[in-house]
């Protein structure tokens, strides 16, 4: 019995040591503008970087990260894989509800759009950080809007990009041979081709990402994607991509009685023949996984004419992050030119990167000329025009209104 | 005089730690519900309707189907060859985490999946996928199926251990000397006997079925989905307006499990009247023995069929090549996928291992304590403390996990790996009771007898007698609370913080990238860990009574 009881003792005995481990004294928050104090401040420290954790290369990029982060400045770098990073906004919640507004247990997210603005809402960000960071002068804010502007919502410094991403739509060369190249032909390519086409479930973001760039090509003056939805004119300017989903959906995968849930569960679907035509925002997505053999070697990828939603992902400090200093300079070390070099590269991660290649010293350049892109991959000038994410409130009220005709079955 | 009061509150002690984090959990998470008009928001949504009738339906369906496969198997072919067979095939099958179970039986039944592609093209003329609507349907047949699945080896092994209590080959003679059917007899007058016992098992199956999220998620439909996948699309939404709606539903979904299992009681009420009459009539009904026993055969063999098929695809998978439809067979084996999972397997392996076992270790030694506590001061547990136990299986965890990790924020303790099992604890020590619970008190209590009349004290009855003789069930009921640990995501996620990294939550992590391999690759060390716990719970005693005739099994 005593083996029994000693050991409910060591429980609480541990109990006690972490809770007082966790009430450190109140610490000063680091000052990015004052660099070398930060890197001094981060030496040591262990990041949480709370990412989703769904995609076996990443993860090991970031794993490749971490010792980059380790042997340059001493930092060391831990994933916390997360089946959503909406996990993440709900841990700085709660730990803000539960009082804890220092020493949190995230101290780096990987986020953007509807998550980002959650938490900016909230008050929930440090900063601003990002544009005092060394390696901020790299970064391509003329050409690539997208780098401060996250979903029409200006950043404000307070999350930093680390990578582009624009949607391209993947088919099977050998089924497809002249790929649709917008929303009518797709439209008509999938009455002539029953049950090979179908989208991610919104409120999916691939899925109402999808939904965004129907309307972008039924609409008559698409700058209005970029204020707010005025409920005014919402059903008006919707009613056209309404009636193409009417049209289309008969002819979907399943009739749409069922849908993939997410991007990879779409992916699949390609890998396993189910479908021909399916897409990603990740325009290295279809080479890299062509090279894994996980998809037919006849797939490549295309873009619409008038251009695909493009936009990019960041990473952000939760206000009460534990390690805010060793955050930052993980977040500088993400727009270091080798590592987005290495994130660039097809067999590695295929992301684009969102430096201006001309800011470059020539040596760092080399290593972006240097990468294949891989045999499905379109060269940048093949891209199209990237076009910026609606204002973030469509997506909100698209997923909805999705989720009311079509996702219950009615 | 110390060891033996402390020993008295040991039933008292254990329910504490049982309900304790239930009811803080319940208070924390439910709490929303009342604010900002959650309750008349989730009226609004109008994929309630479904959703409530998709949850009742596929919990009470499965439920009942795995309960006749487990009852016809056991009544009408315990004993044979054929019943030991499946036994063998299915006991392994319990450590099979649910979703695991649900993406193999996917992969094995979806038009894409291996059945399709082992018969195509050259008996069904496909040459691609047929665009057939089998796994999400709306009517959630293929989640039933996952569900029946999971639930049926779980019955039985409950069935089995409950079965020497209830003194079933003399009750089974009797009604064959009386003339009646082997399975007649057998649901007239063993099943009464059994079913107290069992009852609790069977609700718990009842409440996992209605509540289950990641079997749900895989193989459930979407359009709607059932509740609780709804529930914690609702709760991991980034739009943070939409919790108090979560914990609305959570409301719901707890009332929809009380409502179901109060259906289920009226129904057992019913059917034992039924079964009085039935009685009454004198008939011998032997024509029920022709029918049931082919009936159940089949039944446990497609159970048997469809998770090792389901489990050998997933298997394979973490080893092929390119495998396109409609390749019976990968093009070529690698090791790319293990090589890749590698780097991560070594710590997430010992953590999960360190809190399995942590967990059923301290479950095992509060259960021996529970229950040398009853037999030394005849304390009878009553219907409530049973209750109490069973809370933690019963209430959906999605109702009191948020409020419990909330709980663990403020108190400090969360994020450590005494927090994580101490909340594995909770789910491990009810199982850990029902194994042990039956054999335990199937003791000969005549042992002890003559183990006093010699002069031993009751400490040393206990440690040379009753522990030794019963260390078969001992290390078996640890074993099962291994599994039960090694299969825990939620209480690992929320009460871990995301630092406590187990095998089963970088196994959801990456489901959530729907990579068959990498799925594969965890989905078998997942397996793995539970059978080395079985293994060395049949090998120990083995090992330790090689010289003892007496305490072989069957002996």
Not at chain 1, 43 to 60: E, F, L, S
Not at chain 1, 167 to 193: C, H, I, M, T
Request: include cysteine.
């Amino acid at each position: 019995m005593n083996a029994v009881w000693g050991g409910a003792m060591k429980m609480s005995a541990a109990a006690i040591v972490v809770a007082a481990c966790t009430a450190l004294p109140a610490v000063a928050q680091p000052d990015p503008s004052d660099w070398a104090a930060v890197l001094q401040e981060a030496r040591g420290q262990t990041v949480y970087w709370h990412a989703w954790g769904g995609d076996p290369r990443i993860n090991d990029f970031i794993l490749w990260v971490a010792d980059e982060a380790l042997s340059r400045h001493g930092v060391s770098l831990t994933q916390v894989k997360l089946a959503s990073t909406a996990d993440a906004v709900a841990r700085v919640v709660s730990e803000k509800q539960a009082g804890q507004d220092q020493g949190g247990a995230v101290d780096l997210i990987w986020i953007n759009g509807e998550n980002f603005a959650a938490m900016k809402g909230k008050g929930l960000l440090f900063g601003p950080f990002a544009e005092q960071l060394p390696n901020w002068p790299l970064v391509d804010v003329a050409g690539k809007p997208a780098t401060r502007m996250d979903f029409t919502e200006p950043t404000l410094g307070l999350e930093s990009p680390w990578a582009m991403a624009q949607l391209v739509f993947e088919y099977d060369s050998a089924r497809v041979p002249a790929p649709p190249l917008g929303a009518g032909q797709l439209l008509d390519w999938a009455k002539a081709n029953p049950g090979r086409f179908t989208y991610p479930r919104p409120p999916d973001y691939l899925g109402t990402t999808f939904l965004k760039q129907v309307l972008y090509g039924v609409i008559d003056d698409p700058d209005l994607l970029l204020q707010p939805v005025d409920p005014a004119t919402y059903d008006r300017l919707t009613a056209p991509l309404w009636a193409w989903l009417e049209e289309i959906t008969p002819a979907l995968w399943r009739q749409g009685q069922a849908y993939p849930a997410n991007e990879p569960a779409l992916g699949q679907l390609l890998a396993d023949g189910e479908i021909d035509i399916a897409f990603a925002f990740n325009t290295g997505r279809a080479s890299a996984a062509i090279a894994a053999g996980e998809l037919p070697q006849t797939i490549r990828t295309n873009t619409w004419t008038g251009g695909t939603i493009g936009n990019a992902s960041f990473v952000a400090i939760p206000y009460n992050a534990a390690h805010a200093a060793g955050a930052l300079v993980v977040a500088n070390l993400l727009l270091d030119p080798r590592v987005q070099a290495r994130a660039q590269d097809p067999d590695v991660l295929g992301f684009q990167t969102v430096l201006n290649l001309s800011a470059l010293s020539g040596q760092d350049r080399a290593r972006f000329d240097a990468l294949d892109l891989g045999i499905a991959t379109l060269a940048p000038h093949d891209l199209g025009p990237a076009l910026p994410e609606p204002h973030a409130s469509w997506m909100t009220r698209i997923s909805q209104d999705w989720i009311r005709r079509y996702g219950v079955a009615q | 005089m110390t060891a033996d009061g402390a020993l008295r509150f040991a039933p008292r002690l254990t329910l504490l730690l049982m309900a304790g984090p239930v009811i803080a959990g319940l208070a924390g998470t439910l709490r929303p519900a009342f604010e900002a008009d959650g309750m008349a928001r989730l009226l609004d949504w109008p994929g309630l309707a479904r959703a409530v009738a998709l949850s009742l339906g596929t919990g009470i369906a499965s439920t009942l189907l795995s309960l006749a496969i487990a009852l016809g198997l056991v009544a009408a072919l315990q004993g044979g060859r054929l019943f030991t067979l499946i036994l063998r095939l299915l006991s392994p099958l319990l450590a099979v985490p649910h979703a695991a179970a649900a993406l193999g039986l996917a992969f094995l039944l979806a038009p894409s999946g291996w059945i399709a592609r082992a018969l195509s093209p050259w008996a069904t003329g496909w040459t691609q996928p047929p665009d057939l609507l089998i796994l999400n349907d709306p009517a959630g047949l293929a989640l039933t199926a996952g569900l029946v699945l999971k639930e049926v080896p779980f019955l039985l092994l409950i069935l089995i251990a409950a079965l020497p209590q209830a003194d079933a080959p003399r009750r089974l003679m009797l009604m064959a000397s009386l003339g009646y059917g082997r399975v007649a007899g057998w649901m007239l007058s063993v099943l009464p006997a059994v079913w107290p016992q069992m009852r609790p098992a069977v609700y718990a199956v009842l409440a996992y079925s209605m509540t289950a999220v990641d079997m749900a998620i895989v193989l459930g439909p979407a359009l709607p989905p059932t509740l609780s996948a709804q529930l914690v699309l609702w709760m991991t939404s980034p739009d943070l307006s939409i919790h108090p709606v979560a914990a609305a539903g959570a409301l719901v979904q707890l009332g929809l499990v009380l409502a179901a299992l109060a259906l289920l009681r009226c129904a057992e009420t019913g059917l034992a009247r039924l079964g009085c009459r039935l009685a009454l009539t004198g008939r011998r009904q032997i024509w029920a023995d022709r029918w049931l026993a082919p009936l159940a055969a089949g039944a446990g063999l497609l159970v048997v069929l469809l998770m090792a098929g389901s489990m050998a695809g997933l298997a394979l998978w973490s080893f092929a090549g390119p495998w396109v439809f409609p390749d019976a067979l990968p093009q070529r084996l690698e090791l790319d996928a293990w090589a890749r999972a590698a780097p991560g397997l070594g710590p997430a392996a010992l953590e999960t291992v360190l809190l399995a076992a942590l967990s059923a270790a301290l479950a095992t030694g509060l259960v021996l304590a529970c229950l040398e506590a009853e037999s030394r001061f005849g304390l009878k547990p009553g219907g409530g403390a049973l209750w109490l136990l069973w809370l933690p299986l019963i209430m959906p965890q999605v109702a009191f996990l948020p409020g419990l990790a909330e709980l663990g924020l403020r108190t400090g303790v969360e994020g450590s790996t005494g927090a994580v099992a101490a909340a594995h604890l909770v789910f491990v020590l009810p199982y850990v009771f029902l194994s042990l619970a039956a054999p335990w008190r199937a003791w000969d209590p005549r042992i002890a007898v003559a183990g006093a009349a010699l002069g031993a004290t009751p400490g040393r009855i206990f440690w040379r007698l009753r522990l030794p003789m019963l260390l078969r069930p001992v290390l078996t009921a640890a074993a099962v609370g291994f599994a039960v640990s090694v299969g825990q995501y939620l209480p690992t996620l929320l009460i871990g913080g995301g630092r406590v990294t187990t095998l089963t939550t970088e196994a959801v992590a990456l489901s959530s990238g729907g990579n068959r391999r990498i799925i594969g690759t965890f989905a078998m060390l997942q397996l793995a860990l539970p059978l080395l716990a079985f293994a060395l719970a049949l090998a120990l005693p083995a090992a330790l009574f090689r010289n003892r005739a007496g305490m072989r099994p069957g002996a």
